[in-house]
């Protein structure tokens, strides 16, 4: 079987599902979507070179009109995050699974109501956490499920990047909580999904957010303080402010039995794998810690969804966590208390009160 994709989306994201979809044999690439026709064209000639052949890629100015086309099993939703729940949901609505971008929605509520849709509608939905599925990561998750770590303590997760005013100058939604969400949604989501993953559900939040530049609403530094349902702590620390250049991101995970901690610019260095007793693991460990390959899992696991019915590694359930995570962070900052997860409500345009 085969799958048939339409992409809405032609952007810079784009070319990253373009190149896994060009490889998958299992897939194919049926319609495109995007505003702009020089867009669509780039992103065509783009994915038939790499398919080494000319198949025919439909084009669609309106993304409605592609969702009408009955051939299409699944849409990629790889537009501005303000438009992500929007065009997820006239995408179950119209019969197709849905890959969805992160963040998946701006808003708790368009978030439950994407998972209600998919789930009656019976279509798949997968949100774009796939930091999961590197080999490293999926180790760790391992690991800790095995019981090696022992008592989790605390897991740590920091982002030093370099966003330049140039950056958010180029597109006017950027910068903007109601249309492009905040820093900890687009830059920091993948580590905070891992974090909670690593070790289980957030019960609640505390928080502070800064805005230093001009121009834009959404914050430059972050920096929360996580519970877990194990009674763990989480710390997050982030910011866009870092000069000159992006420095790099780090993940640790510290339990009563060992220390597991990734640093470098893509979590792509073992800065410490200790676990009392085991001499293997780290030798297996720095043979991962290279392996990419984590769009490719990601995709096979959607296409294997949707063929045999095998379970999404993130769901809309498991890709609302992280959102709901950095939504408790943002409300702390508004009130300054602690807040209890899960929340009745949030939306970022909630940060304007600010």
């Not at 897991?155 to 939604?173: I, Q, V």
């Not at 969400?181 to 891992?194: E, P, R, V």
């Not at 972050?222 to 780090?250: C, D, H, R, Y």
Request: glycine share 8%; hydrophobic share 40%.
């Amino acid at each position: 079987m085969t799958i048939r994709f339409g992409l809405i989306g032609c952007g810079y994201i784009s070319k990253k599902h373009l190149f896994t979809l060009s490889g998958c044999p299992e897939a194919e690439l049926a319609a495109i979507s995007d505003v702009t026709e020089e867009r669509m064209a780039e992103a065509a000639d783009y994915y038939q070179s790499l398919r080494g052949l000319k198949p025919e890629v439909a084009r669609y100015r309106e993304y409605t009109d592609m969702l009408a086309d009955p051939s299409i099993d699944a849409v990629i939703v790889a537009a501005v995050s303000g438009l992500h729940a929007e065009m997820a949901k006239r995408s179950i609505l119209a019969e197709k699974h849905v890959i969805l971008e992160k963040p998946m929605t701006l808003s708790l509520e368009k978030a439950d109501e994407l998972i209600r849709l998919a789930k009656e509608k019976k279509r798949k939905l997968m949100v774009c956490h796939q930091m999961r599925h590197r080999p490293i990561m999926k180790k760790i998750k391992e690991t800790i499920e095995e019981g090696k770590l022992g008592k989790l303590y605390l897991g740590t997760a920091a982002l030093r990047l370099n966003r330049s005013p140039a950056y958010y100058a180029e597109a006017s939604w950027r910068g903007n909580w109601e249309k492009d969400g905040g820093m900890l949604i687009n830059q920091g989501i993948h580590l905070i999904d891992l974090l909670q993953w690593f070790l289980g559900d957030v019960t609640s939040a505390y928080g502070d957010i800064l805005t230093a530049s001009p121009g834009k609403e959404t914050e430059d530094v972050a920096a929360g303080i996580l519970t877990f349902a194990n009674q763990a702590k989480g710390v997050i620390e982030a910011n866009i402010i870092t000069q000159p250049n992006n420095l790099g991101s780090s993940l640790s995970i510290f339990g009563e039995n060992g220390s597991i901690s990734l640093e470098g610019p893509s979590l792509n260095r073992i800065s410490r794998w200790y676990i009392a007793g085991e001499e293997t693991d780290r030798e297996e460990a720095e043979k991962l810690i290279d392996l990419r390959g984590e769009q490719e899992a990601m995709y096979d696991n959607f296409i294997r969804s949707i063929c045999a019915d095998d379970p999404l590694l993130v769901d809309g359930s498991e890709g609302k966590k992280a959102l709901e995570t950095i939504f408790g962070i943002y409300q702390s900052a508004l009130t300054k208390e602690v807040v209890h997860l899960p929340l009745p409500s949030f939306q970022t345009a909630d940060m304007r009160k600010k």
